[in-house]
């Protein structure tokens, strides 16, 4: 979710569903300690709670970003052990740290010792050939014994070499059953899936079998489908009743933002898809997508899209 679960999506996200935790994009260890802290891990209070990603190898500057994350607020620190892109390979970090247990466990241990709050780990259920379920339970086995009590699996294995981080999203299949048999191979453990969840139902249907429920693209192309999680999975009442009503939410934080110097196509890109498969949902995304770039767009941009789709009923 590079470049798409920035503050600003995550401050929008966070309106639709009190309960949901957020997680940041991933963020290297490396431009942690040695770059811009505040660019990188500042964040609004409203979006708790929130989980910092972090891309790594080093024991010991893991163990430092972490620190400075929880020192910032972070609710969790969560170690990617999941993304295949050919750039955090040539880094030494993401998916292909499942070939290397040990060195993820003292990841891990580092982190856990440096902070209060959790730390995780997001995998895959496999890499290239190494994809047996006896390899993966080892990997899960290993890290657990470091520390690690909550594992957030990605469903498909990865293929290092020869697809694309995109197809490495579609061609492997999803096994669901994988991520199931984990958990009940470490019961202690929290177990939360992801990978090609597309709706509540979906959701509804995996947590008969593990602890949580990981969304990515679906929550981002139509984050719509979060205005519903507080009542359908928590029992709680949801925030918000309309699409409209959303964007209304929103627009205060976007009149803040832009007094402070952003530009409306920052801000804008991360509605694109509330009135996703309604009447008029077209034209909103087309109105923005022309006007939202131009130097002077304002608010005006997102009340006149808005006009362009009809209100629907509030959902009960």
């Not at 070939?99 to 010792?113: G, I, K, T």
């Not at 077209?282 to 130097?295: P, W």
Request: aromatic share 8%.
């Amino acid at each position: 979710m590079m470049e798409w679960t920035d503050r600003h999506y995550r401050y929008f996200a966070r309106l639709l569903s009190r309960r949901v935790r957020l997680y940041t994009e991933m963020v290297t260890s490396a431009a942690i300690v040695h770059g811009d802290r505040a660019r990188l891990l500042d964040f609004d209070a409203a979006e708790h709670p929130l989980a910092l990603q972090l891309g790594g190898s080093d024991p010991r500057e893991l163990a430092l970003a972490a620190r400075i994350g929880a020192d910032r607020g972070y609710d969790e620190i969560n170690l990617n052990c999941g993304c295949p892109s050919d750039r955090v390979q040539s880094g030494r970090f993401g998916a292909c740290l499942m070939a290397e247990p040990a060195l993820v466990a003292d990841c891990v241990a580092a982190m856990q010792a440096a902070v209060a709050v959790p730390v995780t780990v997001k995998c895959r259920i496999g890499i290239d050939l190494r994809d047996s379920y006896e390899e993966l339970a080892a990997f899960v086995s290993t890290i657990a014994a470091a520390g690690a009590r909550t594992v957030i699996v990605h469903a498909r294995k990865a293929w290092l070499q020869g697809l694309s981080p995109k197809e490495n999203r579609e061609i492997p299949p999803l096994h669901y059953p994988t991520v199931y048999r984990l958990k009940q191979d470490f019961p202690a453990l929290r177990i939360v899936i992801n990978g090609g969840i597309a709706s509540l139902d979906a959701c509804t249907a995996h947590l008969e079998h593990v602890d949580g429920v990981m969304l990515g693209r679906a929550a981002y192309h139509d984050p719509w489908l979060l205005a519903r999680v507080d009542s359908r999975l928590f029992g709680d009442t949801d925030p918000l009743r309309t699409r409209h009503e959303a964007l209304e939410a929103f627009l205060p934080y976007v009149e803040r933002e832009l007094a402070h110097g952003r530009r409306l196509c920052q801000l804008s890109r991360h509605v694109l898809g509330l009135f996703h498969g309604c009447p008029g949902g077209k034209r909103f995304r087309r109105y923005i997508a022309e006007h939202a770039y131009r130097a002077d767009a304002g608010m005006g941009v997102l009340r006149a899209a808005a006009a362009l789709v009809a209100r629907e009923p509030p959902h009960p």
